[in-house]
């Protein structure tokens, strides 16, 4: 292998390398491609996994300013090499350095919902001990309490099915005791201090039949939303989530106009703040949200006073060969066919995103890339607003991306990808 000295002087002198641009990566574990930035932009280190070139006032006039390897976790080579340039440097948005969210998923009472939006409200399995058969329901409010004071997370995501919450009456007022039960966790997840996302699990669909496209009309869907809204108002960190992976929708304009439509009742219903994740076609894939014309689309919603305040586009991203987040092994870090072209999409745009699903199995491949991605949305905070994994809540550990730590009490055990990667320090 090359001294780490003579490549530098062989890549400044000889210009035969690609620079990379203004917040592409250019170093970490595994990374392998251009190490020097163009410029007016320094290479700079966010963890072992990722660096970034970044502008800045510290880089303006810098050409190829800094080179950052890393082949193992603590094992990183820094050498720098200044010329001066007439260029001026981009401005630095503001980041942080961390997403304000973290958070994973608290599923079981999405249990018997299908991807063709049909819910077989029998098969549900809530992650609330006090509800019948109450000797062993997962203890929803006790995993909460866990991520929240042990690995600082701070956002919930409690999936559910619309047919649950209207007891299969379409267009009908929501259940009393249904939405009892599934209050339960909400009221468990606001008690932690956390940011709380009810997240209604249909895939834009009742039955097999998209809302406003062949379905449920429009009405039908603003209704449960709004008797929501009225019922949750109050709650600042309650975060409104529309619909779960939208997929096979005919018209993406007219899916943005029931999406439009819920935004209105929500506000109209009083919930005048909080978030609401507005979510794309093709399942919400932050690899297709440009593409597919979701966010074109969805840029057209707004709030009643005409701002987009509050409004987040929601993603989903598996690092699985599929996509699919059905297979244990994962073979990407979603950076450059997903991420990166999102972070500079919403830069231009003036909007932020949430990754509200992503997850990998338990092993050393997903640990690697889960947490380059999530490294990589730590270093574009000022787009990327946090990641929420999934799930844990009523999954046991037969499934195969299963984040439910084991225990109870004050005494519990993380899986290993939420140890390496989704829990924080602090």
């Known amino acids: ?89 981009t401005p630095t948005p503001s980041n942080t350095g961390r997403t ?4 994973v998923n608290i599923a079981g009472f999405d249990f018997g919902c299908g991807t063709d939006g049909t819910c077989n409200t029998s098969k549900i399995y809530p992650p609330v001990k006090n509800m019948p058969p109450s000797y062993n329901n997962p203890d929803g409010a006790g995993q909460m309490n866990h991520f929240y004071k042990d690995d600082h997370m701070n956002i919930f995501r409690l999936p559910v099915g619309w047919q649950y919450l209207v007891n299969n009456n379409l267009g009908g007022t929501l259940d009393s005791t249904n939405l009892g039960y599934y209050d339960q966790l909400v009221q468990s997840c606001l008690s932690t201090g956390a940011y709380c996302i009810i997240d209604i699990h249909n895939y834009a669909r009742w039955n097999g039949a998209i809302i406003g496209q062949g379905g449920p009309t429009n009405d039908q869907f603003v209704s449960v939303w709004k008797q929501l809204a009225t019922k949750y108002a109050s709650q600042s960190r309650i975060w409104f989530g529309i619909m779960n992976e939208p997929h096979d929708v005919p018209s993406i304009t007219t899916w943005a106009a029931t999406v439009q439509a819920v935004v209105i009742a929500i506000r109209n219903a009083g919930a005048t703040s909080q978030f609401i994740s507005l979510p794309g076609n093709d399942w919400q894939s932050a690899g297709a949200v440009i593409s597919d014309g979701s966010a074109a689309a969805l840029s057209t919603v707004k709030n009643p006073d005409g701002t987009t305040t509050n409004l987040v586009f929601d993603v989903h991203k598996y690092l699985d060969s599929d996509n699919s987040g059905t297979h244990t092994e994962c073979v990407t870090d979603n950076i450059d066919g997903a991420f990166a072209p999102l972070a500079t999409w919403l830069r231009q745009n003036g909007r932020q995103a949430i990754l509200t699903e992503t997850g990998g199995g338990n092993t050393a491949s997903c640990q690697t890339y889960m947490c380059q991605q999530i490294a990589y949305l730590n270093a574009n905070s000022d787009v990327f607003l946090g990641y929420v994994g999934w799930s844990a809540g009523s999954f046991d550990n037969t499934y195969e991306l299963v984040e439910t730590p084991t225990g109870g009490g004050s005494s519990w055990t993380d899986t290993s990808l939420v140890k390496s990667c989704l829990a924080r320090s602090s």
Do not use: E, H
């Open 1 to 89: 292998m090359m001294p780490s000295a003579l490549l530098v002087l062989t890549i400044l002198a000889g210009g035969t390398l690609a620079q990379q641009s203004v917040w592409g990566q250019c170093g970490g574990i595994g990374w392998s491609g251009a190490t020097s930035c163009v410029a007016g932009s320094c290479c700079k280190t966010q963890n072992d996994y990722y660096a970034q070139c970044t502008p800045g006032a510290g880089c303006a006039g810098a050409t190829a300013t800094t080179m950052t390897t890393a082949t193992s976790r603590g094992a990183t080579t820094t050498t720098s090499k200044t010329t001066s340039t007439t260029s001026k440097a």
């Open 100 to 103: 304000r969210f973290a958070g």
